[in-house]
């Protein structure tokens, strides 16, 4: 059993896979003893893995690693909707002197790269998926390894952040720069300011609970826009993107 976020969630599966679920969550999930709210299960087959969620199921016919990740993002999006006292936004996130970056987005978006970028130029790393808000609008660290989909379509990579030797963040932050920015290689850098009604709207459409805990979620993408800055367009090369976001941080 591990608890994170006020949530209790099991997961059933044989060691090796088990032990690839605990290297691939975030230290926030911490061991328990304790009555599940959820039940994940895992288990090997002559087909390959088959995944279940209570008594649905998620899948089957793939390998250990491709199970553990449907089992993952089964697990993890369920917490981030239910969890207690926090706001999940679907989004990278780095921090310098205090201040994040914070960049909303779906899976595919770039969030992965642009977040290596940015420790590379410096920054501390808080997450390559989620933003975790709480009411006052500060984002706390959801540090799990790096998820790298390289471009020719196979299997998804998990690398720690310490593998490109930069720091993972180790309290809440202030928002400084929220960048909703999509990936086009021939526009390059191409931006627009956001006001922060436009720039809550780009966190707000990436909410994972805005619509079962709409209150909640206004509460803390309000404060979190509030005083932070918006930009929204395309961007490039990750690296040259990193370095024009730490300027408008700075």
Not at 71 to 82: G, I, N, R, T
Not at 227 to 239: F, I, K, L, N, P
Request: neutral net charge; hydrophobic residues 40%.
């Amino acid at each position: 059993m591990l608890r994170a976020y006020g949530r209790t969630v099991a997961v059933d599966a044989p060691a090796d896979a088990l032990a690839l679920v605990r290297d691939r969550l975030p230290a926030t999930y911490t061991p328990v003893d304790a009555q599940p709210q959820r039940h994940w299960r895992l288990q090997r087959e002559p087909s390959g893995m088959w995944m279940a969620y209570d008594d649905d199921g998620l899948g089957g016919g793939v390998d250990t690693a491709d199970g553990v990740e449907v089992l993952l993002s089964s697990l993890e999006l369920w917490v981030a909707e239910h969890a207690k006292d926090r706001i999940f936004v679907h989004a990278g996130c780095a921090v310098r002197d205090g201040r994040a970056i914070v960049i909303p987005g779906r899976t595919m978006s770039g969030k992965s790269s642009l977040a290596i970028a940015l420790v590379r130029a410096g920054a501390s790393y808080f997450s390559d998926e989620f933003a975790v808000l709480d009411r006052r609008g500060r984002v706390h660290p959801y540090p799990r390894p790096l998820s790298i989909r390289p471009y020719d379509g196979s299997a998804r990579l998990r690398l720690p952040v310490n593998e490109i030797g930069g720091p993972v963040g180790d309290s809440s932050a202030v928002v400084g720069v929220i960048a909703h920015l999509r990936y086009d290689a021939d526009a390059g850098w191409a931006v627009e300011e956001l006001s922060p009604g436009r720039a809550a709207l780009a966190l707000i459409d990436n909410t994972v609970a805005a619509r079962s805990r709409p209150r909640a979620m206004l509460t803390a993408v309000g404060q979190a826009s509030s005083s932070a800055s918006g930009v929204s367009g395309t961007r490039g090369d990750a690296d040259e993107a990193a370095r024009k976001l730490l300027d408008l941080l700075g």
